[in-house]
């Protein structure tokens, strides 16, 4: 049974930055595709980024294009959302999913938008900009 666990949010001024953290715990067994969501209040869930784990391949949303950066680690079981140049609407909860089965295609070019892609969730860690 895999658990996802988030990290590395705070409060920090505009123009900042930080790096959110996703563990996976043991590890990233079977999952194909990892993703960042987040929602702020009053506010639907939105997808801020995936990466297909097999290939490294990225989509990132383009309300956050050229600000934020998806990767993985894996030998240290953990996807990394680098969120640089951070503005006041960015404040929000932050959320790491993961799905199994999906094909790297649909991973980078679809599932972004379809949350129900995704089976597995963290608790999230919230992200306050100033």
């Known amino acids: 049974h895999v658990q996802l666990v988030e990290s590395g949010g705070g409060s920090v001024q505009a123009g900042g930055a930080l790096r959110l953290s996703c563990a996976a715990s043991?590890?990233?067994?079977?999952?194909?595709?990892v993703a960042w969501f987040r929602q702020a209040p009053g506010k639907e869930r939105e997808g801020v980024a995936t990466i297909y784990m097999d290939g490294g391949t990225t989509n990132i949303a383009d309300s956050v294009h050229g600000r934020f950066t998806i990767s993985r680690d894996s030998a240290k079981n953990t996807v990394y959302l680098q969120m640089n140049s951070l503005k006041p609407e960015d404040s929000a909860m932050h959320y790491c999913?993961?799905?199994?089965?999906?094909?790297?295609?649909?991973?980078?070019?679809?599932?972004?938008?379809?949350?129900?892609?995704?089976?597995?969730w963290g608790q999230g860690t919230q992200v306050t900009v100033s």
């Open positions: 999913a993961a799905a199994v089965g999906l094909s790297g295609d649909y991973c980078v070019r679809v599932a972004l938008g379809v949350q129900s892609s995704f089976g597995l």
């Open positions: 043991p590890y990233f067994y079977s999952v194909s595709c």
